[in-house]
C-alpha cells in the first residue's frame, strides 16, 4: 500500500529535549516537506526536499532541522523544543513528475512541548 | 511570510445548501489544489488545477482557477453531512516552496 509513515503520532515532551519525529514514504517520491499546522493558521511548510541532499527552508523553519541522506526517509529534528512548537505536525511527499507537486500526506505527529 | 486570503473561515449550513468557499492571492501561482482534512487524519487531494479560468468538476463539487491564476474558488452543490470537514487550498510555484490558505472549516448540519 502506497503510504506516508510517521513516527510517533503523539509525543509529550520537555523544553530542551531534543526530539526526532521520523518520516518515510514508499511511493519513491522525490520530493518530501514537513508542515505544522495551527488553528485558524492552516498549515505552514517548515522545509522541503526536492531529492536526497536538496533540503530548503519553508515559511516557518526557525527551530528546526531536516536531513535527507536517503530518498525514503526525510527526519525533522527539533535541537532544543520550546513551547511554541507545540502542535500538530505533517509529512508529506511528492512525485516530480506531479503537475504541481501534489501532496500526499502521513497521518500527523501531535507534539506538546511543556 | 506569504498568505492566501481563504474565506470564510467557519461555515455551518444544512444539508441541501450550496456554498462557495474562496481563495485570494497577491501573488500569481502556477498552480492550485484544494484538499480535504477530516478529524486525526492528513489532507487529501481533491483537485489541481493549472490552466487560468480552468474549471473542474468532481460530482458536486466545482473548482475553478481565476483567469490571472491569483485566486480560486471552490463550490458545493446541495451539501450532505459527509462534505464535512476542513477545505483547504494549496499555491504552488516551480521552486518546490507551497503555500495553504487558512482552510474553511465546513459543518453541513442534517
Known amino acids: 500500500e502506497a503510504q506516508v509513515t510517521q513516527n510517533p503520532r503523539y509525543l509529550i515532551t520537555v523544553t530542551g529535549k531534543k526530539l526526532t519525529v521520523t518520516c518515510s514514504q514508499n511511493m519513491n517520491h522525490e520530493y518530501m516537506s514537513w508542515y505544522r499546522q495551527d488553528p485558524g493558521l492552516g498549515l505552514r511548510q517548515i522545509y522541503y526536499s526536492m531529492n536526497v541532499e536538496v533540503t530548503d527552508k519553508g515559511d516557518v523553519p526557525e527551530g528546526y532541522k531536516v536531513s535527507r541522506k536517503e530518498k525514503r526517509n526525510f527526519p525533522l529534528i527539533l535541537e532544543s523544543p520550546s513551547p511554541n512548537q507545540t502542535s500538530l505536525y505533517f509529512c508529506?511527499?511528492?512525485?516530480?513528475?506531479?503537475?504541481?507537486?501534489?501532496?500526499?500526506f502521513g497521518p500527523g505527529t501531535r507534539l506538546t512541548v511543556t | 511570510t506569504q498568505l492566501l486570503e481563504q474565506s470564510p473561515q467557519f461555515l455551518s449550513i444544512q444539508e441541501g445548501e450550496n456554498l462557495t468557499v474562496y481563495c485570494n492571492s497577491s501573488s500569481v501561482f502556477s498552480s492550485l489544489q484544494w484538499y480535504r482534512q477530516e478529524p486525526g487524519e492528513g489532507p487529501v487531494l481533491l483537485v489541481t488545477v493549472v490552466t487560468g479560468g480552468e474549471v473542474k468538476k468532481l460530482k458536486r463539487l466545482t473548482f475553478q482557477f481565476g483567469d490571472a491564476r491569483k485566486d480560486s474558488s471552490l463550490h458545493i452543490t446541495a451539501a450532505q453531512p459527509g462534505d464535512t470537514g476542513l477545505y483547504l487550498c494549496l499555491f504552488s510555484g516551480n521552486t518546490g516552496k507551497l503555500i495553504f490558505g487558512q482552510g474553511t472549516t465546513l459543518q453541513v448540519k442534517p
Open positions: 508529506a511527499s511528492s512525485s516530480a513528475r506531479a503537475q504541481a507537486y501534489e501532496q500526499y
